[in-house]
């Protein structure tokens, strides 16, 4: 049957150059030092891979444990459309284990592997080639009695003497395996080499084609090669990818299932021919709940999937982007579930970036005043690595203070307690130099304080936001409040430091009320 899937157009497994994406998170992936997945976590990683349009699930290896036994079956059991599969070694009580751990299940695949190069055959295995052969050819069939989708591994198939590639590969088909992956199990091929074994062995095997026998890629990233060898084997003939979330696995991984999807999506024009069921806007989600059930961080600059990978710091680019986001952008990070792109401030930002942010941040500034906040921006930068949009307001805050201050505080005095109305006095100096004094009550000392404030300014507000937080510890701790005030349809914000938090209000307040009444204000947009 075929459907559409929007990313990738026609979805239909039965086209010659469909790629079956085999997803190995919960078996090769688990595998990664460290990752260890309970029963739960990967009945609900298996339900979102299945929900992400993946092909085959291995599930697990059930010889391996009473818990990946357990697993293998809770998944096979619950997952209908997609193809569990369990892994096994060319063991009799492995294949068992691997069979009736599937049992029951709609869709079920065994995967027997056995080790073919010359260094696992003499070192490893200790045995023959000819004796991998009758062992190989033992179990696909011994694994046939459980399902008729059997898929067979020869392990270190990139390592292994072509013309016993070719002889086990001819074999095993013999012998009822219905798929055939031939694995880089050390990440040692380089992508030409990997995919002309594939066109090799179907070309030395008409069987392949004449029984649709599905050749499969499983490929590490020990030299960092696991996608370009996987698209390397699909242009060679494999039409199964196998690949894992986050591209974890032994060692230093597999291939990264969505490095893969969107290499051939967003080189559509290069891949054009290529098609899977993958739902691409499902990627970072999944990526993100498998690195949390893992442990295993994805790193900062990982492909399609890591924290820079939508994001900018240099100026060039930022600009470039605000212009047009496909001058630095090749994919729409909403496609993949990616919330937006960032632009992030550092020290390598420009003044376009700047202004943008400073923008969105609800400020309207001149070109003098840009000039004057992007020195500060800069000399603040150069000392932190991190430049918040509050620093960004702090900036602009003192720009505008130090061109602009029109009402500065001279003194208050409060009486306030318990059962007593407070009063608040309050001396202002205006721009000036003339000192204005006023005094109000108030439901508490600070809102007698802006009573007193609003009467001696002129201006009317109402005070809409009022936090505070401890910026320091201690008794002389200093304190931070902020402020949002409405004047008429204007929201306008003020901020201020003192260790004394009446005082830190009353400066907040005031540099609020100063904004407003300065002739070129800074107005802040509305917020939602
Ligand atoms: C490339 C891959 O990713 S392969 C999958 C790797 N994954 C794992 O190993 C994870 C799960 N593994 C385990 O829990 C254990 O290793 C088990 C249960 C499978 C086996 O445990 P043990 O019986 O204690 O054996 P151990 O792991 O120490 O050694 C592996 C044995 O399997 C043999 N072996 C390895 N691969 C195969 C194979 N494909 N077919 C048959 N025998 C194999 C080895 O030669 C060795 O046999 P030996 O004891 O006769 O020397
Ligand atoms: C079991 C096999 C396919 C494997 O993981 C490998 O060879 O890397
Ligand atoms: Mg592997």
């Known amino acids: 049957m075929s459907t559409t899937n929007q990313q990738f157009g026609e979805v239909d497994p039965n086209n010659a150059k469909y790629i079956r994406i085999f997803d190995t998170t ?38 391996t444990s009473q818990g990946d036994f357990d697993s293998v ?11 569990v599969a369990g892994l096994s070694r060319c063991v009799p009580r492995d294949i068992d284990r691997a069979g009736e751990a599937i049992k029951g299940g709609n869709k079920t695949r065994i995967h027997v592997f056995c080790a073919t190069s010359k260094i696992h055959r003499e070192h490893k295995l200790n045995k023959a080639f000819d004796e991998i052969v009758a062992l190989s050819k033992k179990s696909v069939a011994h694994a046939r009695e459980y399902t008729d989708d059997v898929e067979f591994s020869p392990e270190d198939g990139s390592r ?54 599905i050749l499969s890629s499983h490929c590490h990233n020990d030299l960092g090669f696991a996608v370009a060898n996987s698209i390397a084997a699909m242009q060679g003939g494999a039409r199964q990818i196998e690949c894992t979330i986050n591209g974890i696995g032994e060692r230093a991984g597999n291939a990264a299932l969505e490095e893969i999807i969107m290499a051939l999506r967003t080189r559509a024009d290069f891949y054009e021919q290529f098609t899977t069921g993958i739902k691409i806007e499902k990627l970072y989600p999944l990526s993100r709940m498998v690195s949390n059930l893992t442990g295993l961080l994805v790193q900062r600059n990982k492909a399609i999937v890591g924290e820079n990978a939508f994001a900018h710091e240099s100026g060039i680019h930022q600009d470039g982007m605000l212009k047009n986001r496909n001058t630095y952008e090749i994919m729409n990070p909403t496609d993949i579930g990616v919330p937006e792109s960032k632009l992030v401030l550092g020290k390598h930002s420009g003044r376009h970036a700047l202004k943008d942010r400073i923008e969105q941040l609800g400020y309207s500034i001149d070109d003098e005043m840009l000039i004057s906040v992007y020195d500060a921006f800069k000399t603040l930068a150069d000392k932190k690595k991190d430049v918040y949009d509050e620093d960004i307001e702090a900036i602009i805050d003192k720009e505008m203070e130090t061109e602009r201050q029109l009402w500065e505080l001279v003194r208050f005095q409060i009486s306030s307690g318990t ?35 609003q009467r ?5 507000v109402k005070l809409e936001q009022y936090q505070t ?27 201020a430091f003192s260790t004394d938090v009446i005082e830190a209000a009353v400066h907040a307040y005031l540099s609020a009320i100063n904004r407003i009444k300065t002739t070129t204000e800074p107005v802040l947009a509305e917020q939602p």
Do not use: W
């Open 26 to 63: 919960l078996r090769d992936g688990e595998q990664s030092p460290g990752a260890s997945l309970n029963n739960s976590e990967k009945l609900e990683i298996a339900r979102q891979l299945e929900a992400l349009g993946v092909d085959v699930i291995e599930a697990g290896f059930p010889i």
């Open 73 to 83: 079956r809770a998944i096979s059991q619950e997952i209908q459309n997609t193809i």
């Open 160 to 213: 292994t003497e072509l013309n016993h590639l070719v002889d086990i590969t001819g074999a095993v088909i013999e012998a009822g395996a219905t798929t055939i992956n031939i694995p880089d199990t050390v990440g040692y091929a380089m992508p030409a080499e990997y995919g002309r074994i594939f066109s090799y062995v179907r070309e030395q095997l008409p069987i392949i084609d004449e029984k649709g026998i």
């Open 419 to 453: 059962g007593v109305i407070s009063t608040a006095t309050v001396v202002l100096r205006d721009s000036s130099g003339a000192e204005k004094m006023d005094a109000a009550t108030g439901d508490g000392p600070i809102d007698a304080c802006y009573e007193a404030i």
């Open 456 to 460: 001696i300014t002129g201006v009317n």
């Open 469 to 495: 937080r401890a910026i320091t510890g201690g008794k002389d701790a200093q304190g931070e409040v902020a402020v949002q005030i409405r004047h008429n349809d204007r929201k306008v914000r003020g901020r």
